[in-house]
């Protein structure tokens, strides 16, 4: 309606106090009296802890507490927990560890918190925390998953024998076995899914508050979701019951998935607050958000897909191990099962799939999910293998997906999902066609007169968005509902107040959801405040991730603006002497339809508020709270091209382009969609290029630092060539599917299939560093 | 301890400080001007950035009495009176940001950029190039390169 409305390209709101330096970021609170949590972190991949030895650090300057794991769960406080349950396939619950804020007899990894020390410094703290002197008794580790399955591996956790967490599948295993070993074509493959550090730019930080007076918490924050952070802190790690423990998420920098969970230092400084009467601030380093933050991916999959004679796929059989860490992080255990194996179904119409996953600990930081979550997983291994398959049979890559795209909707997987709409030979035409796909032949000959290998991959990608119904949810595991709640406030001058628990940490909230009013009542953006990220202020809220913000944070807030549509009408109906079905809302003025007579928008607000003149037995006042809970999930899919040249003399590759062609549904703001498809991208890009979080034998982080953990920098990346293909998803009111993710989820695979395709090589394994390329175009 | 006397954003300050603070420091907890922002501790990610005596430095790899003495600029400081500088608005109009984190350090990068190369200099290639000390992990680079092309235009 507005010209701010549904798919116009507004700027966004958000940007002046950030361009300006005047954003406002955890670390950039202080509170008088403040003082500095230095945690201090086990050296060593496995130990048991037979003493520390404080009395040094207690006699530092500035030192007033250094406190340990027992003093931690002596004050009561409860260990972190994993609040997705899933079963094996025995039925058996999952072997859930215990994970104590601060370590009390063991340490699992190196970065485990073994005791922290509070000063009136920082520079105070660390040095006191480097005096406090711990007696280590190293135990055996064990780093990759592959390991900690074998017989004789060390063992974790005690409730958790032979590390194995749980062992799972979905989907049916005879007939899946029965209709590869009937297929014309059968193509098998190992793939390995890298581990990543997801790596905001912001570290994750804490301020903690404990007011004596008023028994109350207060709690800064880096979070994606404060709601979900106060509920955990207070039912399950009792801090403080909810009503006493305010939670903030104020500015953040970044999430992608990492500051969805509760991490042992927001609950170290809320309890340390309190036991040591001042409050508390922490703030990550690099180097810490590396050894700590959980990280992403590391699955090693084996799988098989069988073909007919005519191409299409008759079998898809997958195993798979997945690396969760040392401990269970809030959603880590939903991420290699539900949010993974349910999508293995690809773009594609496949009569049988089954999965097994086996999920293990190993002494390495707690795994969780990072953009994409799972999804980037299974579509890495379904595209792979396509493109590997296309190859082996001599079929044109694009021509076997379109034989198998499916084509009618609702379409039910054999893997839970039904795909509600989609037009996949579209994205897959678009992006071809901007690639400009039928002329590759002679780009590749042009590249190798100059002594380069050209190559082009591509991604089919699907991925399940708008999460999620809270009923299908909690009856897979889920120990919350995935719903979102949404207030409109209307003020009586006729402004608007939206409170949401969404939270936007880059995503343009501020923005995007004032679009809405804007559509609705012609108001423009900037009378409309958006307000997010306090638990004061929103009544609930189950945060920002897996590209729900859209499809479910908006829906809550369409929902409620319904409600004050129908409210500003009838008053307006009144107050004109009309019918309530003829009232109309446009341009910010409250009209009688084929009438001369209206009112303006403040006014029929103000009279909301002033409660002179309204219908007999309406309540005053114009502000409406609306819980949306979703129907289905959305099914957000595209096809990525992406073109490379490798230089075979140093094996380093060079993006020349890439294309993307997306499905989001209906976009509310086309300028932050692209920019979403641009960072997620960036992000594929740095997985299959540069990205490795590595390990060594003894359990040591060597990529700690960006000197040694390879970020995407801007001379590594092309600029990108989008388009968009709306379907509308058919399962929330405004056809929405969400474009979060999508970037990471679906270039990964496109990148790596253009580089096999240029070096003629299917065998290679992500990052696709110039060594591992040379060596496979040199045959090392 | 020291005492140090410099410009920062036109403004002379003065304070004693321990030897070993940053400048970067200096600025968030001394002054309170926390545009200027730490992303990590190897002098990589160039959230830091500010001007000294009209130059990009990394304010986490230069001790604050390295700076007495000098003219310093940050993010807060750019904009005169209510007027954008033109890089910042070019990043408004381009949506060269999203979380604003890396944000302040990419456009102190950027003017300092433009003051180099000269704005009628800076192709894609370049302004990707001299971003090699500055991260990002929202935007994918793609509207940022955009963002300094348009600043780059404004300024000249």
């Given at each position: 309606m507005g010209v701010e409305g549904i798919g116009a390209r507004?700027?966004?709101?958000?940007?002046?106090?950030?361009?300006?330096?005047?954003?406002?970021?955890?670390?950039?609170?202080?509170?008088?009296?403040?003082?500095?949590?230095?945690?201090?972190?086990?050296?060593?991949?496995?130990?048991?802890?037979?003493g520390i030895d404080k009395s040094a650090a207690e006699a530092m300057p500035g030192v007033v507490g250094v406190l340990d794991g027992k003093q931690l769960t002596g004050d009561g406080i409860g260990n972190l927990i994993c609040g997705w349950m899933i079963h094996s396939k025995d039925g058996s619950p999952m072997n859930m560890g215990a994970w104590s804020a601060i370590a009390t007899e063991h340490v699992r990894y190196v970065g485990d918190a073994a005791a922290v020390v509070v000063a009136d410094t920082l520079e105070n703290a660390r040095a006191a925390a480097e005096a406090v002197v711990i007696d280590y008794e190293e135990l055996p580790h064990v780093i990759r998953a592959v390991d900690a399955l074998k017989d004789g591996a060390p063992q974790l956790h005690p409730e958790a024998k032979g590390n194995l967490i749980y062992d799972w599948e979905i989907g049916e295993k005879d007939a899946t076995e029965q209709a590869i070993a009937g297929a014309a074509h059968v193509t098998e493959m190992e793939i390995v899914n890298n581990r990543l550090s997801p790596n905001p730019m912001e570290p994750r930080a804490a301020l903690a508050n404990y007011d004596e007076a008023d028994d109350h918490f207060t709690l800064y924050t880096t979070s994606q979701n404060p709601h979900v952070a106060r509920l955990v802190l207070s039912a399950f790690y009792q801090v403080a019951p909810e009503h006493k423990l305010r939670v903030i998420a104020p500015d953040v920098g970044g999430g992608f998935g990492s500051k969805i969970y509760i991490?042992?230092?927001?609950?170290v400084c809320l309890w340390a607050s309190k036991r040591l009467g001042v409050p508390v601030k922490w703030t990550s380093d690099r180097t810490e958000a590396f050894l700590t933050d959980a990280h992403g991916r590391d699955h090693v999959s084996k799988a098989r897909i069988g073909f007919d004679k005519d191409g299409k796929i008759v079998g898809f059989s997958i195993d798979t191990i997945a690396n969760i860490g040392a401990?269970?992080?809030?959603?880590?255990?939903?991420v290699p099962t539900y949010l993974y194996a349910t999508l293995l179904s690809g773009q594609y119409n496949i009569a049988n799939i089954h999965c097994n996953v086996r999920t293990v600990?190993?002494?390495?930081?707690?795994?969780?999910?990072?953009?994409?979550?799972?999804?980037?997983?299974?579509?890495?291994?379904?595209?792979?293998?396509?493109?590997?398959?296309?190859?082996?049979?001599?079929?044109?890559?694009?021509?076997?997906?379109?034989?198998?795209?499916?084509?009618?909707?609702?379409?039910?997987?054999?893997?839970?999902?039904?795909?509600?709409?989609?037009?996949?030979?579209?994205?897959?035409?678009?992006?071809?066609?901007?690639a400009d796909y039928a002329n590759i032949g002679k780009r590749k000959e042009e590249a190798k007169a100059r002594g380069k290998l050209r190559g082009i991959g591509l991604s089919c990608y699907i991925e399940a968005c708008g999460i999620a119904p809270s009923a299908a949810v909690g009856s897979l595991g889920a120990?919350?509902?995935?719903?979102?709640?949404?207030?409109?406030?209307?003020?009586?001058?006729?402004?608007?107040?939206?409170?949401?628990?969404?939270?936007?940490?880059?995503?343009?909230?501020?923005?995007?959801?004032?679009?809405?009013?804007?559509?609705?009542?012609?108001?423009?953006?900037?009378?409309?405040?958006v307000i997010h990220g306090d638990t004061d202020k929103v009544q609930f809220g189950m945060g920002t991730y897996g590209s729900r913000s859209g499809a479910v944070g908006m829906s809550a807030l369409v929902k409620a603006l319904d409600k004050v549509e129908a409210k500003a009408k009838k008053i307006a109906a009144h107050l004109m002497e009309a019918d309530e079905g003829d009232i109309v809302i446009e341009d910010g003025e409250v009209k009688v339809a084929g009438t001369d007579r209206k009112l303006g928008w403040h006014e029929v607000c103000l009279a909301a508020y002033t409660g002179h003149n309204l219908p007999q037995g309406m309540e005053p006042g114009?502000?409406?709270?609306?819980?949306?809970?979703?129907?289905?999930?959305?099914?957000?899919?595209?096809?990525?091209?992406?073109?490379v040249e490798v230089d075979p003399e140093t094996g380093k590759t060079e993006v020349i382009q890439f294309v993307a062609a997306d499905d989001f549904g209906v976009i509310v703001n086309p300028m932050i969609v692209e920019g979403q498809v641009h960072g997620g991208i960036t992000q594929g890009i740095g997985q299959a290029l540069l990205e490795n979080v590595i390990y060594d034998d003894n359990g040591q982080l060597l990529t700690a630092s960006y000197m040694d953990y390879a970020m995407p920098r801007a001379d590594d990346v092309p600029s990108y060539k989008l388009s968009t293909h709306e379907t509308v998803c058919p399962g929330n009111p405004m056809g929405m599917k969400g474009c979060g993710e999508a970037g990471a989820i679906g270039s990964p695979p496109a990148l790596i299939n253009a580089i096999t395709d240029a070096i003629g090589n299917n065998n290679l394994t992500m990052p696709a560093t110039p060594a591992r390329v040379w060596a496979l175009i040199n045959g090392k | 301890m020291s005492k140090v006397s410099m410009t920062v954003n036109g403004k002379t300050v003065e304070r004693e400080v321990e030897d070993r603070m940053l400048l970067v420091e200096f600025l968030r907890e001394e002054l309170n001007l926390t545009g200027t922002h730490v992303g990590c501790d190897t002098s990589q990610c160039g959230a830091c950035v500010?001007?000294?005596?009209?130059?990009?430095?990394?304010?986490?790899?230069?001790?604050?009495?390295?700076?007495?003495?000098?003219?310093?600029?940050?993010?807060?400081?750019?904009?005169?009176?209510?007027?954008?500088?033109?890089?910042?608005?070019?990043?408004?109009?381009?949506?060269?940001?999203?979380?604003?984190?890396?944000?302040?350090?990419?456009?102190?990068?950027?003017?300092?950029?433009?003051?180099?190369?000269?704005?009628?200099?800076?192709?894609?290639?370049?302004?990707?190039?001299?971003?090699?000390?500055?991260?990002?992990?929202?935007?994918?680079?793609?509207?940022?390169?955009?963002?300094?092309?348009?600043?780059?235009?404004?300024?000249?």
């Open positions: 507004v700027l966004r709101k958000e940007d002046k106090r950030f361009i300006t330096g005047k954003g406002r970021y955890t670390d950039d609170f202080k509170m008088a009296g403040m003082h500095y949590a230095a945690f201090v972190r086990s050296p060593h991949a496995h130990a048991k802890i037979r991490y042992p230092e927001e609950i401990y269970m992080s809030l959603f880590s255990s939903s600990y190993t002494n390495t930081a707690p795994v969780d999910a990072y953009r994409g979550a799972g999804r980037p997983e299974a579509t890495y291994l379904v595209e792979r293998i396509m493109e590997t398959a296309a190859r082996e049979m001599g079929m044109d890559p694009a021509e076997l997906r379109r034989r198998n795209f499916v084509s009618e909707f609702p379409h039910q997987t054999p893997v839970i999902m039904c795909y509600d709409a989609g037009d996949y030979n579209a994205t897959l035409d678009a992006a071809l066609k901007a120990g919350v509902g995935l719903w979102e709640s949404g207030e409109i406030r209307v003020n009586p001058v006729g402004t608007v107040e939206i409170l949401t628990g969404s939270h936007s940490h880059g995503q343009g909230h501020e923005t995007t959801f004032a679009q809405l009013v804007n559509e609705r009542f012609g108001l423009p953006v900037d009378n409309v405040q114009l502000k409406e709270t609306a819980f949306y809970d979703p129907t289905n999930f959305t099914f957000p899919a595209g096809t990525y091209v992406c073109e | 500010v001007h000294v005596d009209g130059k990009a430095v990394k304010s986490c790899t230069q001790l604050a009495v390295q700076a007495s003495g000098c003219e310093v600029v940050t993010i807060e400081g750019l904009a005169t009176g209510g007027d954008l500088h033109p890089m910042q608005a070019a990043f408004k109009e381009n949506h060269g940001l999203q979380c604003g984190f890396c944000t302040p350090g990419m456009i102190m990068t950027a003017v300092d950029l433009v003051n180099r190369v000269g704005a009628g200099n800076l192709d894609e290639k370049t302004i990707r190039e001299n971003l090699e000390g500055n991260i990002c992990r929202c935007t994918g680079y793609h509207n940022i390169v955009r963002s300094i092309e348009a600043g780059a235009k404004a300024m000249a």
